[in-house]
C-alpha cells in the first residue's frame, strides 16, 4: 500500500540531493503548493522567461486575425501542438529600450531594459545602473518557498565588462536579469554546472570526487531512494522511474558533449565543457529548466537563446552568415528569408521545451498548465531597431488564470512591464508597479 510522503522529501546521498516531482503519495497537490489562483486551484505556478536576439521577422511573426481562430504564421508554425496554451501579444513596447535622447546603443537597451522597464544608464564603465528585473521581484517574494530563489541560465555567457553596443557596458546587452538596479546576475551556460547547483549540496571536496569517479548522482541516492519505492504505489513508481530516466538521460548527454570537440567559429569563444552543437545546448538548457519547475527546485527561471546583438551563424540550418548582420537587412528578400529561417530554428527550440513541459504530468494537469512562459525579443524589426510592435508570447495556463489559445492586440504604446506586473499578480506578488508599467492587462483573463 502507498504511505503518504512529504512533497518536500529529498533522496540523499554522498554530497547529494535531489528533489523529487509530485506524486500520489504526496496527497492532493493542495496541500503542498504555496499558490492560490484566481480559480481557487492551488497549484504552484512557475514563471520563465525566454530571451532571443535582434527581433524577428514580424511579416511572419503576427497572426492576420485576433481572437481564438488565427492561423498560426510561418514562423509560429512549430508551436501547433501547444496551441491551446498559445497566447499571441500584439503591440507591447519597450520605452526605456528607446534613446529617449541617449544616442545609439538599441541593443544593450533592448537586453538590459527587456525585465525591468528602466532605461539604463549609458556608460561603459562600472558605473552600471538599470533596474530590478521582474523576475527578481518574483525570486524575492517566492524564494523562501523553494530551495533556489531563481535559475539564471543560456547559451553566451555574461560579460561584466567592456564596451559592446555604442558606448554601453557588455553587461547590458549580455544579461537579462537584474537583482537590483545596480546588481546583474550573469548566467549559467555550462549544463554541468547548472545540474550540479540544482541537485548537488556537497562541498568543493565531494564534487571532485563525484568528477573524478565519474558516477551519476542517481547512483549516489540510490539507497535512499530504494527505500522510498517500496513506500510508493504502482503509478508512483512508475513516474518516479521516468524521472530517473530523465535524469540519467540528461547526465548522459552532459558527459558525451564534455567529451566531444567544440564546434568554435572563428573569434567566438564557447563556453568550457558546453556542447559544441548549438541545438543540442539549447535542449539541455530545456531540460534542465523543466526539471528545475517539476522538481519545485525553483518557480523562476530565465533562459537567454543568445546574448543581444548576437552575430552568431546558423550554418546547421544554411544561414552562415552573422544573425547581427542578417537583421540588418535592408529590406533584401534574400536576408529577410535567412532571418526567417533563423526564427524558426528558435521557434522550434521553443516547442521543444514547450511540448516537454506538456508531457510533464502534475496530478490531473501537466506543467505547462502551471507555468507563463513568455519568448520574446527586446527588438521588433532588427533592421528598424524599434522596440514597440514587440515579438511576444505567453505559453501556458498560469495555473488555470489565463485564458490562452488567442491572439491579442494591445493599443499602441503599450508598456511591455503591464504584461510583467499582471504576471506577477498571478504568483501572489501584488506590487503597485514595475519599471514604466502603467496598469494591468486585464485581456489575459
Given amino acids: 500500500m502507498s504511505r503518504s510522503i512529504s512533497r518536500r522529501t529529498l533522496l540523499r546521498g554522498v554530497g547529494a540531493s535531489l528533489a523529487l516531482p509530485w506524486l500520489e503519495a504526496m496527497g492532493p497537490m493542495a496541500s503542498w503548493a504555496n499558490t492560490t489562483t484566481a480559480a481557487g486551484n492551488r497549484t504552484p505556478n512557475r514563471m520563465a522567461f525566454v530571451y532571443v536576439p535582434n527581433g524577428v521577422h514580424m511579416q511572419d511573426w503576427t497572426p492576420k486575425t485576433e481572437g481564438a481562430n488565427f492561423e498560426l504564421p510561418k514562423i509560429l508554425e512549430p508551436l501547433a501542438p501547444v496551441r491551446e496554451h498559445l497566447t499571441v501579444l500584439t503591440g507591447l513596447t519597450a520605452d526605456k529600450a528607446r534613446p529617449n535622447g541617449d544616442g545609439a546603443g538599441d541593443h544593450a537597451r533592448a537586453m538590459a531594459a527587456f525585465l525591468t522597464g528602466a532605461q539604463p544608464r549609458k556608460t561603459d564603465g562600472t558605473d552600471i545602473r538599470a533596474g530590478v528585473s521582474v523576475d527578481q521581484v518574483a525570486a524575492n517574494r517566492l524564494g523562501d518557498r523553494t530551495r533556489l530563489q531563481s535559475l539564471e541560465i543560456g547559451a553566451d555567457p555574461s560579460a561584466m565588462a567592456g564596451n559592446c553596443d555604442s558606448g554601453y557596458s557588455c553587461v547590458y546587452s549580455s544579461t537579462v536579469s ?4 545596480t546588481t546583474p546576475l550573469p548566467k549559467l551556460v555550462n549544463p554541468r554546472l547548472i545540474f550540479d547547483r540544482l541537485f548537488a549540496s556537497a562541498p568543493d571536496a565531494d564534487r571532485a570526487r563525484r568528477e573524478r569517479i565519474r558516477r551519476s548522482i542517481l547512483d549516489f ?24 530516466n530523465a535524469i540519467r538521460d540528461i547526465e548522459v548527454r552532459i558527459e558525451r558533449a564534455a567529451r566531444m570537440p567544440a564546434v568554435v567559429p572563428p573569434n567566438v569563444t564557447m563556453p568550457n565543457q558546453a556542447p559544441g552543437d548549438y541545438e543540442e545546448h539549447l535542449k539541455l538548457l530545456g531540460d534542465l529548466m523543466v526539471l528545475a519547475f517539476s522538481t519545485d527546485t525553483t518557480r523562476v527561471c ?11 551563424p546558423y550554418r546547421h540550418i544554411n544561414v552562415p552568415e552573422g544573425h547581427h548582420d542578417l537583421s540588418h537587412h535592408e529590406n533584401n528578400p534574400a536576408k529577410q528569408a535567412k532571418i526567417r529561417e533563423i526564427n524558426c ?3 522550434r527550440q521553443l516547442a521543444y521545451i514547450a511540448n516537454k513541459m506538456k508531457t510533464t504530468r502534475e496530478g490531473d494537469s501537466n ?3 502551471n507555468v507563463m ?3 520574446g525579443s527586446g527588438n ?3 533592421n528598424r531597431h524599434n522596440h514597440d510592435d514587440l515579438p511576444i508570447l505567453l505559453l501556458g495556463k498560469g495555473a488555470s488564470t489565463i485564458r490562452a489559445g488567442r491572439h491579442i492586440r494591445f493599443g499602441r504604446n503599450t508598456p511591455l512591464n503591464n504584461l510583467w506586473l499582471s504576471m506577477l499578480d498571478r504568483v501572489e506578488c501584488q506590487v503597485d508597479r514595475i519599471g514604466d508599467s502603467t496598469g494591468r492587462l486585464t485581456e489575459l483573463s
Avoid: P
Fill in 178 to 181: 537584474w537583482r537590483s538596479a
Fill in 221 to 244: 541516492v540510490k539507497e535512499d531512494s530504494a527505500s522510498l519505492t517500496n513506500q510508493l504505489g504502482a503509478n508512483d513508481r512508475r513516474k518516479l522511474d521516468e524521472y530517473f
Fill in 302 to 312: 530565465t533562459l537567454v537563446f543568445a546574448n543581444e546583438g548576437s552575430n552568431r
Fill in 345 to 347: 530554428f528558435h521557434m
Fill in 367 to 369: 506543467l505547462l498548465d
Fill in 373 to 375: 512562459l513568455v519568448y
Fill in 380 to 382: 521588433s524589426d532588427g
